[in-house]
């Protein structure tokens, strides 16, 4: 029987001995409310998280920025009017007039600010875009985080289970030596040694339920539930098989990457930041008219309406190097980005090869605990057989029954790192949620 078939096999008898999941009360406390999978897990972090709703700010920041950007093809409109009154009369006529009354109407409309507004409204796409990519990077590297402390709980339930069946079979050895010793076929050293493996397969399962109910506030908390609201958990440890390699893992990895293309677009939103800053040397043009009413109009005492237009040109001379120092600061930005774009390169590679090293040792790992936990089984079985026999001492049966269950541990815990090497591996490909929907977990 392989090492699956078994570890599912010893979960159903822990079962049918009465030893449910959730005994204590910290486990019947979690298991209220609607059970969480993996995916309805995704939905809630996606939903809840605290860094992910405080990065889609940075979207209503965007939408803010571009459309101050866009209002600068806009023309500027205003509307005044005021009264006043002085001693002495307004009028040159001789009437009696000591009053002023002015409504206007304005309009300035910017023809050319020598690049700077064109700078600015590309600016706003590429800020825009970033604060997209910022979002799904984040979304990509919270939902691998989110694959650690999810299965860490199902890791923690399995090995209560685990030790819920040491116990079971630690009770069932103690019955036996007890009623050996009754019958004169063994000694009080005997019974005190598996009343000893007992009591330490206790202590150890007291130490998995705090492990446990550790994992899940983490988890929900996570996920955004409180404590007290936190809901059970629903899936299995498996290994997964992945195909391809790394070459197809770079390729995605360039394709996908948020973070990648967060950088690119900085680029581009720095070279328009020296357009902008190199505008401040640059001519600008711009078109004016107003129209209102004005009573009294120069010294003389009647009402009419007024209006007037101007076309105005502005040529800097010399502005003491503010212009020039400015862009030198945005040159050394731009070289420092281009700098950050080669080393995130690099980092993927290298984030790549790494993540195909780790997955390929907790395969490795996964096969010989595998195998090491079909010989703890059988031998477990030999110890049991010769010890009723009385040809095995007691030590070598209890040193069986420890290994089987280090074994079974271990085995849960290679299960555990092969799922997380593989979810690494996404995470660095940047495709984790695509790639969950794709699968059944």
């Not at 209006?307 to 800097?316: F, G, H, K, N, Y």
Request: a negative charge; one cysteine or more; aromatic letters at 4%.
């Amino acid at each position: 029987m392989s090492a699956k078939k078994t570890f599912t096999l010893l979960v159903g008898i822990s079962a049918l001995l009465g030893f449910s999941l959730c005994a204590t009360q910290a486990c019947a406390a979690a298991a209220t409310g609607t059970p969480v999978g993996i995916l309805d897990a995704i939905d809630l972090t996606l939903r809840n998280n605290p860094e992910l709703l405080s990065l889609r700010q940075e979207a209503a920041k965007a939408l803010a920025f571009r459309l101050q950007a866009e209002g600068t093809s806009q023309p500027e409109v205003a509307v005044g009017a005021y009264v006043d009154a002085q001693r002495e009369n307004q009028t040159s006529d001789g009437s009696s007039r000591k009053d002023n009354r002015v409504a206007r109407l304005s309009l300035q409309q910017t023809v050319y600010s020598g690049g700077r507004n064109a700078a600015l409204r590309r600016q706003s796409r590429q800020v825009t875009s970033i604060a997209d990519l910022s979002l799904a990077a984040a979304e990509n590297r919270a939902v691998g985080e989110l694959f650690a402390r999810f299965y860490n709980v199902l890791l923690q339930e399995s090995r209560i289970e685990t030790e819920k069946a040491g116990i079971a079979t630690s009770e069932l050895h103690l019955r036996e030596v007890t009623r050996m010793g009754e019958l004169g076929l063994s000694n009080r050293l005997e019974v005190i040694r598996a009343s000893l493996q007992l009591a330490t397969n206790r202590a150890n399962l007291s130490s998995s339920e705090g492990a446990l109910e550790a994992a899940q506030i983490s988890l929900m908390n996570y996920m955004g539930i409180p404590p007290e609201e936190r809901r059970p958990v629903t899936g299995r440890l498996h290994a997964i098989e992945l195909t391809g390699g790394r070459a197809e893992s770079l390729a995605e990895a360039m394709k996908n990457r948020a973070d990648r293309s967060v950088l690119e677009n900085q680029l581009e939103y720095q070279a328009n930041q020296i357009e902008i800053e190199r505008s401040g040397t640059r001519p600008t043009v711009s078109l004016g008219a107003s129209a209102g009413y004005l009573d009294p109009y120069r010294g003389r005492d009647y009402g009419d309406d007024t209006w007037r237009a101007e076309l105005s040109i502005s040529v800097p001379i010399f502005d003491r190097n503010v212009t020039r120092a400015n862009v030198m600061r945005a040159e050394a930005v731009i070289e420092q980005d281009r700098i950050s774009l080669v080393q995130k390169d690099l980092d993927i590679k290298s984030g790549v090869e790494t993540a195909w090293a780790e997955l390929e040792s907790t395969k490795g790992h996964l096969e010989s605990t595998e195998r090491a936990l079909e010989l703890a089984e059988e031998s477990l079985r030999l110890a049991g057989v010769g010890f009723q026999e009385g040809v095995t001492p007691q030590l070598d049966l209890l040193d069986a029954q420890s290994s089987l269950t280090a074994s079974r541990l271990e085995y849960q815990r290679s299960l555990y790192n092969n799922m997380l090497a593989v979810t690494a591996l996404k995470v660095t490909e940047g495709n984790i949620i695509d790639w969950v929907g794709e699968l059944d977990f």
